[in-house]
């Protein structure tokens, strides 16, 4: 079982980035999936949640408006488009299937 995210870097505020996260190792289109977050120091907070058919979505507060959570089981992939980003966005990132595992991480700073 293995989830791997991508797509993270280095970005200016108000710039935009798309997180991948692929998986392997089960059935993708039967798990939800999760993004969460954790910056330096803080709790690893949930940004977004998508169901196994993509029919539902929810987010955080903070988050809501300028992220999307989409997923495409065909590719065994769930994605996060990131818009209006600010420092405060800054963190690694991370994908979670529900009731299974997490990914490494991908790292994302928003700075100018």
């Known amino acids: 079982v293995q989830l791997v995210e991508s797509g993270g870097g280095l970005v200016q505020p108000g710039g935009s980035l798309r997180l991948s996260c692929a998986a392997s190792?089960?059935?993708?289109?039967?798990?939800?999936m999760s993004w969460y977050r954790q910056a330096p120091g803080k709790e690893r907070e949930l940004v977004a949640g998508?169901?196994?058919?993509?029919?539902?979505?929810n987010y955080a507060a903070s988050v809501k408006g300028r992220f999307t959570i989409s997923r495409d089981n065909a590719k065994n992939t769930v994605y996060l488009q990131m818009n209006s980003l600010k420092p405060e966005d800054t963190a690694v990132y991370y994908c979670?299937?529900?009731?299974?595992?997490w990914g490494q991480g991908t790292q994302v700073t928003v700075s100018s």
């Open positions: 998508i169901t196994s058919t993509g029919g539902s979505t």
């Open positions: 979670k299937a529900w009731g299974g595992p």
């Open positions: 190792g089960f059935t993708f289109s039967s798990y939800g």
